[in-house]
């Protein structure tokens, strides 16, 4: 059984349409991989993502994401966000 892989587009990175409220995209990835190379693979510029959540965390997009992780990515609109670095673990 293969885990699915949910993610979570906020803002300008979610598909037209959906308004403020994200739906999960469900994604099945067959190996760990760089959460920027995963982006590449969405589509989505790494340039284009304010803050990346994996699992309910802040992390670097050098981060690595497995099969079965939730992500969530907010835009670079989202400034509130804009020292999250400061608390990433």
């Known amino acids: 059984m293969k885990a699915v892989t ?3 587009l906020f803002g300008s990175l979610s598909p037209k349409g959906q308004g403020i409220r994200s739906h999960p995209i469900q994604y099945e ?3 760990p991989a760089p959460l920027k190379e995963f982006l ?3 589509d989505i ?4 993502v304010q803050l990346a959540m994996v699992n309910h965390r802040a992390v ?5 994401i497995h099969p079965g992780d939730r992500i969530a990515l907010f835009p670079r609109e989202y400034a509130i ?3 999250w670095k400061n608390f990433r673990k």
Not at 45 to 48: L, R
Not at 60 to 64: F, H
């Open 60 to 64: 670097s997009l050098e981060q690595v």
């Open 81 to 83: 966000f804009v020292d």
């Open 29 to 31: 990835l067959q190996d």
């Open 40 to 42: 590449n693979s969405l």
């Open 45 to 48: 510029g790494s340039d284009q």
């Open 6 to 8: 949910q993610v979570y």
